[in-house]
């Protein structure tokens, strides 16, 4: 079973900024694709950011592009989720997720999908409020 540790939520004001972490191997980094999604209560998981790992590109979901930026640090075995401009309607547990997958980011212009996931984080909270 593949680990995906998530760190770094927490509270937050609106307008802030914070950075999610996601620990996991070296062969994950090297040949999976990472994402991050996020669930708010009753609502649908929702992915919102991902990294492939033979090129870096990236695809964001409309509702974080331009404000959130995913990034792997490879000597460190972690992906990041930066997050800047945050709104009360962020606040979600935030999942790291992997799919083996090749494509599971370069075929969508709008983010992850959830079908494509094989392997799951336990999440971190976000929680934006003043």
């Known amino acids: 079973q593949l680990q995906l540790v998530e760190s770094g939520g927490g509270l937050v004001q609106p307008g802030g900024s914070l950075r999610l972490s996601c620990a996991t191997s070296?062969?994950?980094?090297?040949?999976?694709?990472i994402s991050w999604f996020r669930q708010a209560p009753e609502k649908e998981r929702e992915g919102i950011a991902c990294?492939?790992?033979?090129?870096?590109?990236?695809s964001y979901a409309n509702s974080v592009r331009g404000r959130f930026t995913i990034s792997r640090d490879i000597a460190k075995n972690t992906v990041y989720l930066q997050m800047h401009s945050l709104k009360p309607e962020d606040t979600a547990v935030y999942y790291c997720?992997?799919?083996?997958?090749?494509?599971?980011?370069?075929?969508?212009?709008?983010?992850?999908?959830?079908?494509?996931?094989?392997?799951w984080g336990q999440g971190t909270q976000v929680t934006v409020s003043s």
């Open positions: 997720a992997a799919a083996v997958w090749h494509n599971a980011c370069s075929a969508y212009a709008e983010g992850p999908k959830r079908r494509d996931v094989n392997f």
């Open positions: 990294i492939s790992s033979d090129d870096n590109s990236q």
């Open positions: 070296e062969f994950a980094l090297k040949n999976y694709v």
